[in-house]
């Protein structure tokens, strides 16, 4: 150790070149699942859920006494949405059967569901660098491997990026490194959606093509990756870029706060580090 | 025994900084206006601490950030465990009792962990990863207020076990 002490500054430089040749090779190899990462993985999923778990106590207690406050004036507006949502249901019910029918009258093919596992958002990332990744309380033993795709009840959130034991890591779709085939829901003009770290962008959309402000973005399930028809988020600006234009989306699942994830088990072979 | 004492303490307040900085204090919520946790005890190692697996320490500390934050592995670890060289080489040269250049010393250990990084991603994939300037030095105050009255604590905690 005397020797690290004394010639500090000489292994810095060599340790600066050994992590240079170090990022070539994980950028070849393209993965950063390894048994450690796991190790690390299972180690701080105990401490992190016992947080998880009295935060969220602490918050539901001051959340009740909030809520005591205002619930007269809550369950007369309940009242008032129940009576709609049967009317509501009533009206679902009737698309569904006319729906079934011109299914059997264009002979649709039905598209494939997938099992899911539900989870809870416990942590976050610890860096700036790639802050746009979230720790769940799921892992292998629930059946979860790298690449899964993520959603919530709003719409795609991410992928599964690393796996513990116990817990995983969820890349989200506003990190740079996430690309998903979608296309306009309105219009069905296709694009990449890239994260832009916390907002994302549609890129590669054909110029001329019929794209406006307020489009929903739905998953194109082209890529073999996400569901088809999974939304992702609404275009909140439009500019030209090169021969293509390109259009500001905002994610329709608040991921700044998220708390609760679904984990669609669609096993696939694409590695997500980049 | 007291050597392991310390060591265990060390340990285990590793795994309790990470958490909270995975949880609590987290970045995905707190933006640039988080302390790291872990580089301010990485930086405690380096100063004050006397146990001879200091070096492996700042490395699994540094692995810990790596993993936890889905960067390939070795970029953080790397750079934090040569501030944890730098450091503790100077601390030699240095009076570092006062708590004025504890927090220079933090600040500096972290702009260096920043450049270290940002060099290496800049070099191999030739974008700037999206982190300002501004956050970085932003980083480095909030690390260097926080972390003078860290080592303070862990300090006095640690002195128990090196008796």
């Keep these: ?21 170090l990022y070539s090779l994980n950028l070849r190899e393209k993965s950063s699942q390894n048994f450690i990462s796991g190790i690390v993985l299972t180690v701080t999923y105990y401490p992190q859920k016992l947080i998880y778990i009295v935060s969220d106590k602490v918050t539901n207690i001051w959340q009740d006494y909030m809520d005591l406050a205002n619930v007269r004036q809550e369950n007369i507006q309940l009242k008032e949405d129940i009576k709609k949502l049967r009317v509501e249901k009533f009206e679902s ?19 494939p569901s997938y099992p899911i ?33 993520v959603a919530s009840s709003e719409g795609i959130v991410g992928k599964v990026l690393t796996v513990g034991n116990k817990s995983s890591e969820i890349l989200l779709i506003t990190d740079p490194v996430s690309a998903i085939d979608a296309f306009v829901h309105r219009t069905r003009v296709r694009g990449i959606v890239k994260g832009a770290g916390g907002e994302c962008t549609m890129e590669y959309i054909e110029q001329n093509s019929d794209i406006s402000v307020g489009d929903k973005i739905i998953s194109s399930g082209k890529e073999g990756f996400f569901p088809k028809g999974v939304i992702v988020g609404t275009v909140t600006n439009i500019e030209t870029k090169g021969s293509f234009l390109s259009a500001e989306v905002s994610p329709f699942v608040d991921l700044e706060s998220l708390e609760e994830v679904v984990i669609i088990l669609k096993s696939n072979n694409i590695v997500l580090n980049e | 025994m007291n050597k392991y004492l310390s060591i265990i303490f060390l340990v285990l307040l590793s795994v309790i900084f990470i958490t909270i900085q995975t949880t609590l204090l987290s970045p995905h919520n707190l933006g640039s206006y988080y302390p790291d946790l872990n580089l301010i005890l990485i930086v405690f190692l380096a100063i004050f601490s006397e146990i001879r697996g200091g070096f492996f320490l700042a490395l699994g500390n540094g692995y810990m950030m790596d993993v936890l934050s889905g960067n390939l592995p070795g970029t953080f670890a790397i750079s934090r465990l040569s501030a944890y060289l730098l450091v503790r080489s100077g601390s030699n040269h240095v ?7 504890q927090g220079l010393v933090i600040f500096l250990a972290t702009i260096f962990t920043w450049i270290f990084i940002l060099t290496i991603i800049k070099i191999k994939k030739g974008d700037s990863a999206d982190i300002t300037a501004q956050s970085i030095l932003i980083q480095g105050i909030v690390n260097a207020l926080v972390g003078v009255p860290i080592f303070w604590m862990i300090h006095r ?3 128990r076990f090196q008796k």
Excluded at chain 1, 124 to 148: A, F, H, K, T
Excluded at chain 2, 95 to 101: G, M, T
């Design chain 2, 95 to 101: 009076y570092l009792r006062k708590a004025l250049v």
């Design chain 1, 1 to 21: 150790m005397k020797f690290l002490k004394n010639r500090a500054v000489l292994i810095t430089i060599v340790l600066f070149f050994v992590s240079i040749q």
């Design chain 2, 157 to 159: 905690i640690n002195a």
């Design chain 1, 93 to 111: 019910a009737e698309a569904e059967i006319q729906n079934q029918r011109f299914k059997k009258l264009l002979d649709f093919k039905e598209v």
């Design chain 1, 117 to 149: 596992v539900s989870a809870n958002v416990i942590g976050g990332s610890p860096s700036l660098l790639r802050s746009e990744v979230v720790i769940v309380d799921r892992g292998s033993r629930d059946g979860i491997s790298q690449g899964m795709p």
